[in-house]
């Protein structure tokens, strides 16, 4: 079942949302639509946290989240914000999405050897349903997916990145995302089923104050540096990557 927000579309939204992407018409619910909209979103929406130290506060309301993708300020934000923004621009264009439980896990360290998997809440994933086949969706990682991935188990190169996507073992009937080595993350997991707004914002209560969860210290850094990066992996899948054909395709 798909969760849905109800949220009556907005036309000068989607409109300046469209715009920003590089869409000057409104983009039928096909695969090369996702794709396109993901691509643009990942190079010209970024991952940017440096609003936080400046003490500017932040909700993640997905309506607000679009509206400040869309003011012409050039505002990104985290992954509530870029994921919560685009699972409303999908919806509106009349794709089938699912928005679920996340959480995402530092790379090991001497203070964190072992970073406990499962979906602890600090993340907001997507998955989209086209023409049959279930896609992942994620816009809002930082130096993550460029392209949507089918789920599908195995291995995926998107540039220079190697990835890998598998059953979650602690979230049953979930997916799992292995992050590459060189990444800023190990990786994520998600639960599986739709979540409604109020149950994801429960789940973060530092959401409720608007500001980014202390305990994300892993990937909610207050710089810049990582939305450069993936305008950099960006132009390199650009040249790479070739879209996947799903399975029974």
């Not at 997916?145 to 602690?170: C, K, N, T, Y």
């Not at 305990?215 to 960006?234: F, I, M, Q, V």
């Not at 132009?235 to 799903?246: G, K, L």
Request: charged residues 20%.
């Amino acid at each position: 079942m798909t969760m849905k927000h109800g949220i009556p579309v907005d036309e000068s939204i989607l409109d300046a949302y469209l715009a920003r992407l590089g869409f000057s018409d409104v983009p039928p619910p096909t695969l090369d639509t996702l794709f396109g909209l993901h691509r643009a979103h990942v190079e010209r929406v970024p991952y940017e946290t440096v609003w936080i130290a400046l003490g500017e506060r932040r909700g993640i309301d997905l309506l607000e989240s679009a509206q400040r993708l869309t003011n012409g300020s050039g505002a990104g934000g985290y992954c509530y914000h870029l994921n919560g923004g685009l699972s409303l621009l999908l919806e509106w264009l009349k794709f089938d999405v699912q928005r679920h439980l996340g959480g995402v896990q530092p790379t090991p360290s001497a203070t964190n050897p072992e970073p406990a998997a499962g979906a602890s809440g600090n993340h907001l994933a997507l998955t989209v349903s086209v023409d049959g086949d279930e896609w992942l969706v994620d816009a809002g990682l930082g130096d993550g997916l460029h392209d949507p991935v089918p789920l599908i188990e195995g291995d995926v190169v998107q540039g220079a990145f190697h990835f890998r996507l598998r059953p979650s073992d602690v979230e049953p009937g979930a997916w799992r995302f292995d992050h590459d080595p060189k990444g800023s993350f190990a990786g994520f997991d998600y639960r599986a089923g739709p979540v409604a707004q109020e149950e994801f914002t429960s789940a973060m209560p530092s959401c409720r104050r608007h500001r980014t969860p202390a305990s994300c210290e892993l990937s909610w850094r207050s710089d810049a540096t990582r939305a450069a990066s993936t305008r950099s992996k960006a132009r390199c899948s650009r040249e790479s990557t070739q879209r996947p054909t799903p399975a029974g395709s």
